[in-house]
């Protein structure tokens, strides 16, 4: 449960003024930048919103003894600006989209947690139904749909194969490596044992990773949930018509679409699994944690696998140089199939990887030259 808090926050409201502030001056750098008239209007109305915001926080800091000084953007501001000349509104928009749904959650959370009558509460409540309304606004006008201060993004089957395999791989191709190293060319059955002793290791310690993490994903969900519900009590008219969008969008007529949102929303209960549903995408089926133990742990040790392999069918440098060859290439493959997660090119994060396989083997085969030598 929130702790309330019985006087206001000044640290918090010169905080949010500084957002507000900076907020409406990446908003008007986006409507002089805007070809599209109808956009360029849009932007400008929310940068004249943003100013009433700052309006709201002064009189709080003044009213508490605190005065605030003309407008400096912050370093952050001042590099969005930048960026945003240099390549657009394209670029700056989904930074505002963010900031948004940021304020959004920052505004209900300060509701939650001040006492009622304390300076901030109210005025935390106006704020957060006015920057919802801008986040909806941002999101028709980026082509989006759905609330951007919700996170509800799932890792998936593939990016857990491809994450396990790649730090099984690495750890394991690092730990060989140094084995290596520290070995006389009689002495590479060690390379057998410590190797499959780090695969054992690896698959453990990443298998309970991914449990731990499915189990946060559900809590995060829950959380999520949690909050929506809090939305539905606290801003109706806004969760109604966002509502009344999604079914809009769906292809039902606008009249329809508001008189089905505005029945649902009679049961607060079916607004909720509605919304639930509809807005954050979160179905019945959560993630299982054990399910994600098991395909993290088993990639983990499949990756694991590749550098100590050779030496069940080879001796000697054989054994070394055909480790390392396929540690390699294995790394570029891998770092070839994380293009698909992060949106690089598959030969730039296959280069990315195959350095960082690189770099793995020189350090630990160096470490444990020089422990050997030490012992």
Do not use: C
């Not at 006008?141 to 790649?166: D, M």
């Not at 997660?341 to 470490?367: C, E, H, N, P, Q």
């Amino acid at each position: 449960m929130a702790t309330q808090l019985d006087a206001p926050d000044l640290h918090a409201f010169e905080h949010h003024w500084q957002d507000e502030a900076d907020a409406a001056y990446l908003y008007r750098l986006l409507a002089d930048a805007e070809p599209d008239q109808s956009k360029s209007d849009i932007y400008r109305r929310l940068a004249a919103v943003e100013d009433r915001h700052l309006e709201i926080w002064a009189a709080l800091l003044a009213r508490n003894g605190r005065t605030v000084g003309p407008h400096r953007p912050t370093a952050r501001t001042r590099l969005l600006a930048f960026l945003g000349r240099r390549f657009g509104n394209a670029f700056l928009l989904p930074m505002l989209l963010a900031e948004e749904g940021r304020e959004v959650k920052a505004y209900l959370d300060m509701h939650r947690t001040t006492g009622p009558g304390v300076a901030g509460r109210d005025e935390a409540l106006l704020l957060a139904r006015e920057s919802a309304e801008h986040a909806t606004t941002l999101n028709t006008v980026a082509g989006r749909t759905g609330e951007p201060w919700h996170k509800t993004g799932a890792g998936g089957f593939l990016r857990n194969v491809v994450y396990g395999f790649n730090d099984g791989l690495t750890a394991n191709f690092g730990l060989v490596a140094g084995v290596i190293g520290a070995s006389t060319g009689a002495g590479y059955h060690a390379v057998i044992v410590a190797g499959v002793a780090g695969l054992i290791a690896d698959a453990l310690s990443m298998g309970a990773s991914g449990y731990l993490a499915a189990q946060s994903e559900r809590e995060v969900y829950e959380h999520e949930i949690a909050m929506e519900r809090d939305e539905i009590a606290l801003m109706p008219e806004i969760e109604r018509d966002e509502l009344a969008l999604i079914y809009e969008a769906k292809g039902i007529d606008r009249e329809h679409a508001y008189a089905l949102a505005t029945q649902v929303m009679a049961d607060p209960e079916q607004m909720l699994a509605e919304q639930v549903q509809e807005e954050l995408g979160i179905s019945e089926s959560a993630t299982s944690p054990l399910r994600e133990a098991w395909i993290t742990g088993t990639a983990t040790a499949v990756g694991a696998l590749i550098p100590v392999m050779p030496f069940f069918f080879f001796e000697g440098h054989t054994a070394a140089i055909v480790a390392f060859a396929i540690s390699m290439l294995s790394h570029w493959a891998v770092g070839a199939m994380r293009s698909v997660f992060t949106g690089r090119s598959v030969f730039r994060s296959g280069m990315d990887m195959f350095v960082v396989g690189l770099g793995v083997a020189a350090v630990g085969y160096f470490v444990g030259e020089w422990i050997g030598h030490l012992l």
